[in-house]
């Protein structure tokens, strides 16, 4: 039986972008002609919220474009991630912005773990903990892959935020490597959630761009 992806897209802050993330990365795989399932573990619900004001704008005609499944689940999720990989080719996972269950085990059986944070003191002092998360997982996933997004990024060159990111994400690269894309911080990526879309389908070209050399590198990497 074919199996697909699991993406798990999580960590310990809320605020950056997790479900950003996750429904822009949906809609530019479902052009891609991947069959895409989202689970939402985040009690807040904004990747389902998302999908169902996509699907009613679908259902009247208002909205010509590729339909994402989604599903709303906490606690322990390994077993429904497990039975959704045989099904799609995609399995997004959205986790909270916390030390869950849900994450704990998602992590057990993702292929790839991707932690959105951003270029902040207060978000890179949760790094320890979400390496030992890693280390604790690895002990029942040996091939997981994990990488840092710097996420909500400063559209001003002369912020050097990032810069400063990535010099403190190196002590972590035993557990954390760090995306090569970064999400800047674009109200058009806020205009794309509320509409139910991705900003692939909307007219940012530089968001656009964001978002296909982020999926480009997800897929790439191994």
């Known amino acids: ?28 795989m479902s052009y891609r002609k991947a069959e895409v399932m989202i689970i939402d573990t985040d009690p ?16 009247t005609g208002n909205l010509n474009v590729p339909r994402i499944s989604g599903v709303s689940k906490d606690g322990n999720v390994k077993d429904i991630i497990k039975d959704f990989v045989t099904k799609y080719d995609l399995v997004l996972i959205d986790a909270s912005g916390r030390d ?51 996420s909500c990024a400063p559209t001003n060159p002369l912020i050097n935020e990032v810069e400063d990111a990535k010099s403190l994400l190196s002590d972590f690269t035993e557990y954390l490597g760090l995306a090569k894309i970064f999400i800047r911080d674009r109200k058009v990526y806020r205009d794309a959630l509320l509409q139910g879309k991705g900003v692939v389908e909307l007219d940012n070209i530089k968001a656009l761009d964001e978002i296909k050399n982020l999926v480009n590198e997800i897929l790439e990497c191994n």
Request: charged letters at 25%; proline letters at 2%.
């Open 44 to 59: 807040q619900k904004t990747s389902i919220n998302w999908i169902d004001r996509r699907n009613e704008l679908i259902e």
């Open 100 to 150: 869950s269950q849900s994450l704990r085990t998602a992590l057990t059986v993702a292929d790839k773990f991707y932690c959105p944070i951003r270029a902040s003191q207060a978000d890179l002092e949760t790094l320890p903990h979400i390496c030992k998360i890693i280390e604790a997982a690895r002990d029942f996933n040996e091939n997981l892959m994990s990488k840092a997004i710097i």
């Open 1 to 28: 039986m074919t199996r697909g992806q699991i993406i798990l897209i999580g960590g310990e802050k809320g605020g950056v972008g997790k479900s950003t993330i996750t429904t822009n990365i949906a809609v530019e």
